[in-house]
């Protein structure tokens, strides 16, 4: 099956002026059938990398680029849906307005934030989407407006929109980002529980924190290039991360997953 992601030789220039790499990937391939997090401190090229994925950017033309998603270096978003689904922190500022939690997920039928018209509604899609919030434990506030609920609530519903079409795989960017200590637990565990269930699960974050037990690769970022790649007990090091981080830390596993501690 093709890569997930199949980035190389990829450069991203922001700033014209100075001509720096935003982003410089000699090599990234994330295949199908495992899960992986890409982690980085602020600055370290994360944002860069998810505006590559959503097409907000393109990598400097150069030869050797590559720059595919699941094998297609160019893709309509109609038809990348059904193989990606997306969650970022942007759209969860775009759905901050009245709009119903039942309404955000059906949305994701049509790839838009709310209903363009609800004649285009169906019984399948209205009877999908309840099926994603069962799944997801928000059945119960379909009728809520999204700026009624929580932010973990929220979140949950940007990611039952995701779920629309059946994506083979989901990236989540700073996934638990502003949610409190009990709702970003909650959160993970329905990412596990997402990841149980057959959906391919590609986590970027800051925080270590973030990644689930059910991920088996990681992929440290620094400057905008690739720092370590490879299996988690090989890459969430003390070494590593006190170097990423530049500062003493430990790396704890526990039963939920890991956490950094200074030393």
């Not at 505006?51 to 998603?69: F, M, W």
């Not at 790649?229 to 990423?244: A, F, R, W």
């Amino acid at each position: 099956m093709k890569p997930i992601i199949e980035f190389l030789n990829v450069s991203v220039i922001l700033d014209t002026a100075s001509n720096a790499k935003a982003l410089d990937l000699k090599e990234l391939i994330i295949k199908s059938g495992g899960n992986a997090a890409i982690l980085g401190p602020n600055g370290s090229g994360k944002s860069t990398f998810m505006r590559l994925i959503t097409r907000e950017l393109y990598p400097e033309p150069e030869d050797g680029t590559v720059c595919r998603i699941w094998g297609e270096e160019r893709w309509n978003v109609f038809q990348l849906r059904s193989l990606l689904g997306i969650v970022t922190p942007y759209m969860a500022f775009k759905v901050n307005q009245n709009i119903t939690v039942e309404d955000t997920v059906l949305s994701g039928f049509f790839s838009s934030i709310g209903i363009p018209h609800r004649d285009y509604i169906t019984k399948d899609m209205r009877k999908k989407a309840e099926s994603n919030m069962d799944f997801l434990g928000i059945l119960r506030l379909k009728e809520r407006f999204v700026t009624e609920v929580s932010t973990g609530e929220a979140r949950l519903a940007l990611i039952a929109r995701a779920l629309a079409h059946d994506p083979k795989a989901l990236v989540l960017d700073e996934p638990t980002s502003g949610l409190d200590i009990k709702a970003a637990f909650k959160f993970r565990e329905y990412l596990r529980k997402l990841s149980k269930h057959g959906t391919n699960v590609i986590i970027v974050t800051h925080d270590l924190e973030d990644i689930i037990p059910e991920v088996s690769r990681v992929v440290l970022l620094d400057k905008g290039s690739v720092f370590k790649d490879g299996p988690i007990e090989q890459v969430l090091t003390d070494e590593n991360l006190s170097k990423l981080y530049s500062s003493p830390l430990k790396v704890v596993k526990g039963k939920h997953g890991y956490r950094a501690e200074f030393v």
